[in-house]
């Protein structure tokens, strides 16, 4: 059963001495229940104008100047144009039946209000609940998406804490009730960019939707991170039956995430087909260059190609030389025997907060005896997961 049947959608962006520029040209396609639906392409190939088009998001210069975006409701017999739909009365579905997941989420959150606030008044936007109610929803959403401990854990971790002394029942319920209180009044520059995204997966599923966009939204986080939010996106789309349309130019990441794909280039829907046999048997030019131009760790080429190689039908071999034009610095010489920067047994260490005036200074060390060195015409890399130390 299809919920989102698009069709012939055209999206037409006016610059500034208004001629058109066609984003999104024409196309096609549904979503089903329950489904999981990657939408892939470089930067400019129209999908996240598509999503923005579903959402009733455009900017004021874009207009969607053909086609239709039919949703069905759950509670309606007939499927409901979102072209056509007045604007308000697309609130109604914005956020409450249709939600979106945006690529950075410290642009989506107000830094001046906590994360509680912004949480229940997504909740009492769209439903009809008290206060109180929207509270512990919140609580509810954030333990959902893993931000928040679950009330057993939090009993578990105060009975640890204090397993030499008896412990009151009351004294458990108050521990857990602060715990839960901190958390929502964290502003978000006290969280981490993957607790960031939490709480925008928290704030998008507040009201059951029926469908979730995510467009981009594991970009600014390192893989590991990435991982984690992917496997949490996947179970609350099992466990809620919600489907999800998930956006991004890595294949690698819908790889395991996503039943279907689409594939879009200059506002075209180029190739659709399941995952696995669009992973393996990709049957358009650029489809196989997307595939082919993510490097591979274990080797090392003279010339990484591009998709455009591919568009022209080039055959790209291990061989292949870099053309003039592309090579602009030129073979680079390594001067093993001149280093141009040193660093040795570097240690940075940030103050901790002293609980009284007279306590010693403790330091927290992001950096703890790190040594390295530069040579001229070398390039060197530092990898690692977030709050390693990479940045300091």
Not at 7 to 13: A, E, G, I, W
Not at 258 to 282: C, H, W
Not at 290 to 313: G, K, M, W
Not at 355 to 369: G, K, S, T, V
Request: hydrophobic content about 40%.
């Amino acid at each position: 059963m299809s919920i989102l049947d698009v069709s012939d959608l055209q999206v037409v962006f006016l610059n500034d001495e208004q001629q058109p520029s066609i984003a999104v040209d024409q196309i096609n396609f549904s979503l089903k229940k329950g489904e999981i639906l990657g939408i892939v392409g470089e930067s400019g190939s129209g999908k996240s104008v598509t999503s923005l088009a579903i959402m009733g998001l455009l900017p004021t210069t874009g207009k969607v100047t053909g086609g239709q975006i039919l949703f069905q409701d759950t509670q309606a017999e007939e499927s409901i144009d979102l072209v056509s739909l007045p604007s308000e009365n697309k609130r109604e579905y914005r956020g409450g039946k249709i939600a979106m997941i945006f690529q950075e989420p410290m642009s989506s959150l107000n830094p001046v209000y906590n994360i509680g606030f912004q949480i229940t008044e997504a909740i009492l936007l769209h439903q009809k609940v008290s206060p109180r109610q929207a509270k512990q929803q919140a609580i509810s959403l954030l333990q959902e998406v893993q931000l928040l401990s679950d009330n057993q854990t939090l009993e578990t971790e105060f009975l640890q804490q204090n397993h030499h002394q008896p412990i009151e029942k009351k004294e458990l319920q108050e521990y857990v009730r602060k715990k839960k209180n901190a958390m929502l009044k964290r502003y978000p520059h006290e969280l981490s960019g993957g607790q960031l995204q939490r709480v925008m997966i928290a704030i998008a599923i507040s009201c059951q939707p029926t469908i979730l966009i995510a467009d981009e939204p594991t970009t600014a986080l390192d893989v590991t991170v990435q991982a984690t939010i992917l496997e949490l996106l996947k179970d609350l789309c099992e466990r809620r039956q919600m489907s999800m349309i998930f956006i991004t130019h890595d294949l690698a990441v819908v790889a395991n995430l996503a039943d279907r794909l689409l594939v879009m280039y200059q506002g075209k829907i180029v190739e659709s087909a399941m995952t696995k046999e669009l992973l393996f048997n990709p049957q358009q030019a650029y489809t196989k260059g997307l595939l082919a131009c993510r490097p591979r760790l274990e080797e090392t080429r003279s010339y990484l190609p591009t998709v455009t190689d591919f568009l022209n039908n080039q055959e790209i071999t291990d061989e292949t030389e870099i053309p003039p034009k592309t090579n602009i610095l030129g073979k680079k010489e390594i001067r093993l025997n001149q280093s141009l920067l040193v660093v040795k047994d570097l240690r940075v260490g940030f103050p901790k907060p002293k609980q009284l005036p007279w306590h010693q200074q403790e330091y927290f060390w992001a950096i703890n005896d790190v040594s390295f060195q530069l040579f001229g015409g070398e390039t060197l890399g530092l990898v690692g997961e977030s709050g390693c130390g990479k940045s300091t």
